[in-house]
C-alpha cells in the first residue's frame, strides 16, 4: 500500500472530531508524513495504562446505569 493512501485510511479511520483525528489533520496529506502521523499517534494514543483506565471507566459507568433488578 502506498503512503498516501495510509495517510487516507488513517483520516477513514479516525473519528470526526476525536483527538486522534485532529492529529492526523494536522499534518498535510503526504507520503513524508505518514510515518509521522503514525509515531505522533503511538505517542499520544498509545498508552495502553490509560487505555485500560479508560475501558474500565467506561465499564464501571455501564454498569452504574444497569437499573438493579429484584
Given at each position: 500500500m502506498?503512503?498516501?493512501?495510509?495517510?487516507?485510511c488513517?483520516?477513514?479511520f479516525t473519528t470526526e472530531g476525536s483527538r486522534a483525528r485532529g492529529i492526523?489533520?494536522?499534518?498535510?496529506?503526504?507520503?513524508e508524513n505518514?510515518?509521522?502521523?503514525?509515531e505522533r499517534l503511538k505517542n499520544r494514543c498509545g498508552n495502553e495504562e490509560l487505555l485500560i483506565e479508560c475501558c474500565v471507566r467506561e465499564l464501571i459507568g455501564i454498569i452504574i446505569k444497569?437499573?438493579?433488578q429484584g
Open positions: 502506498e503512503e498516501e493512501d495510509k495517510f487516507q488513517l483520516i477513514q492526523v489533520e494536522s499534518f498535510p496529506a503526504t507520503a505518514c510515518s509521522k502521523v503514525i444497569v437499573p438493579q
